[in-house]
C-alpha cells in the first residue's frame, strides 16, 4: 500500500492510494509523481513469493513517532497515520487555504493536538482508501447502473461521444448504450487534472465494453459518489488547523 502524491503541480494538486505499480503523472497531468509506501523491507530480505510481513519496517520518521505517541498517549498504528494524512489531502477547505503552496512543494500535514479528532479523522481516511481501492464492501453492488445494448461499442471522438443529461445518466454512444445514477459532481470529478470517469472511457472509445469493464466503470463512479460524501464529512470535522501542528 502506497501513498502517490506530487512535489510540484502546475494545476491541482492531488494525492491517490494504490497496491499496484504507478504511472508517473499519475495524480497530476503535467509532474512527476512520487511513491511514498507504507512499508518498507530491509536490505537483504528475500524478494520472492509473498515477503513476511513481520519482516516489514513502517516508512515514517522515528520522530513523528515519538511526537505523537507522547501527544495521544500511545503511538498511532501506520494505517491510522496514513488514513489521517488522506483524510487531511481531501479536505476541502485544507486545499483552498494552501492551494498556492501545495502547488510548489510536498504536503505539509498538520496534526492534532488530541487524540480524538485524530482518531476520527484517520477513520475518515480510512474509508476513502478503501473506495479508491474500490476494496469498499459497498462496491460489490454499486447503485450506479448500465441500460441499453452492452454489445454496441463506445462512441469515438474526444468531445462527443460521452454527454451527460440532467437526469444523471452518462449516454456513451448514439445507440442508447447509457451509465445511470451518475451525478454531474461525480462525472465531472477529477484527480490530480484527471477528470477520472472521463479519462476511463476515452481510453476504450470505439471499444466494445468487456462485462468485467462495465463492472468496473460502476464501482468507480459509485466510489466516487461516496467520495464526495467523505469530504463534506471531513470538511465538517475540520483538519483543526488552529490547534495543531
Known amino acids: 500500500l502506497a501513498l502517490l502524491a ?8 492531488g494525492a ?5 505499480i504507478a504511472g508517473h503523472k499519475a495524480v497530476s497531468a503535467y509532474d512527476v509523481s512520487s511513491l511514498f509506501p ?8 528475500p524478494g520472492k513469493g509473498r515477503r513476511d510481513p513481520r519482516a516489514r519496517i ?4 522515528p520522530g513523528l513517532l515519538t511526537s505523537l505517541a507522547e501527544r495521544y498517549g500511545e503511538v498511532p498504528s501506520p494505517e491510522e497515520i496514513l488514513g489521517y494524512v488522506y483524510a487531511v489531502l481531501y479536505d476541502p477547505n485544507y486545499r483552498a487555504r494552501y492551494r498556492k503552496l501545495l502547488r510548489g512543494e510536498f ?3 498538520p496534526f492534532p493536538r488530541q487524540r480524538a479528532p485524530f482518531l476520527h479523522l484517520a477513520a475518515l481516511g ?15 453492488d454499486p447503485a450506479v447502473g448500465v441500460k441499453g445494448d452492452a454489445r454496441q461499442p463506445l462512441g469515438s471522438g474526444l468531445q462527443t461521444f460521452v454527454r451527460h443529461w440532467g437526469r444523471e445518466q452518462l449516454d456513451v454512444n448514439d445507440q442508447g448504450l447509457a451509465f445511470t445514477g451518475i451525478s454531474y459532481a461525480v462525472y465531472t470529478y477529477d484527480i490530480g487534472g484527471h477528470p477520472v ?10 471499444r466494445v ?18 467520495t464526495l460524501e467523505v469530504q463534506e464529512k471531513i470538511a465538517e470535522a475540520g483538519v483543526g488547523l488552529g490547534d495543531a501542528s
Open 16 to 20: 491517490l492510494v494504490t497496491r499496484w
Open 209 to 226: 465494453l468487456l462485462p468485467a469493464e462495465i463492472l468496473t466503470f460502476r464501482r468507480i463512479a459509485a466510489a466516487l459518489t461516496f
Open 197 to 206: 470517469l472521463k479519462r476511463w472511457l476515452r481510453t476504450r472509445c470505439g
Open 126 to 140: 480510512a474509508e476513502l482508501i478503501g473506495l479508491h481501492l474500490l476494496a469498499d464492501r459497498r462496491l460489490l
Open 58 to 61: 513502517p516508512n515514517l520518521a
Open 38 to 45: 507504507l512499508y518498507l523491507y530491509p536490505e537483504g530480505t
Open 6 to 13: 506530487s512535489r510540484q503541480a502546475r494545476g491541482e494538486p
Open 107 to 109: 504536503p505539509r500535514i
